[in-house]
């Protein structure tokens, strides 16, 4: 059984930064894709970040290119989302998601969440202006 916990939300200013941690355990991940995705008070599930377990190829969403990084430690079976320059825009609660694509790297979409099957709890995280 996949299990992901994720880590590292807090209450921070506009322009601060944050990283989140997710914790993923159950499964050997080489054939994971990881994302993020964040939903905010009264809206849906929003893309932000996805990642290829091998190979490491990131997919993000156009609202923070340039402001967030995702990226995994293999030894510690974990993914990570740096963000800087936070927006109050930002605030929501933040979830990673598994899947695992083996075979289908290439037409899996990585910013839909519905092509994920596993999922973490959240971790809130609070911009203020």
């Known amino acids: 059984q996949v299990q992901l916990v994720e880590s590292g939300g807090g209450l921070v200013q506009a322009g601060d930064s944050l990283r989140l941690s997710c914790a993923a355990s159950?499964?050997?991940?080489?054939?994971?894709?990881i994302g993020w995705f964040r939903q905010a008070p009264g809206e849906g599930q929003a893309f932000v970040a996805a990642?290829?377990?091998?190979?490491?190829?990131?997919y993000y969403a156009d609202s923070v290119k340039g402001r967030f990084t995702i990226s995994r430690d293999s030894a510690k079976n974990t993914v990570y989302l740096q963000m800087n320059s936070l927006k109050p825009e930002d605030t929501a609660v933040y979830y990673c998601?598994?899947?695992?694509?083996?075979?289908?790297?290439?037409?899996?979409?990585?910013?839909?969440?519905?092509?994920?099957?596993?999922w973490g709890q959240g971790t809130q995280v609070t911009v203020s202006s």
């Open positions: 998601a598994a899947e695992d694509i083996q075979g289908r790297a290439y037409n899996f979409y990585y910013s839909e969440a519905p092509q994920y099957d596993y």
């Open positions: 159950g499964r050997t991940f080489s054939h994971y894709a």
């Open positions: 990642l290829t377990w091998i190979g490491g190829n990131t």
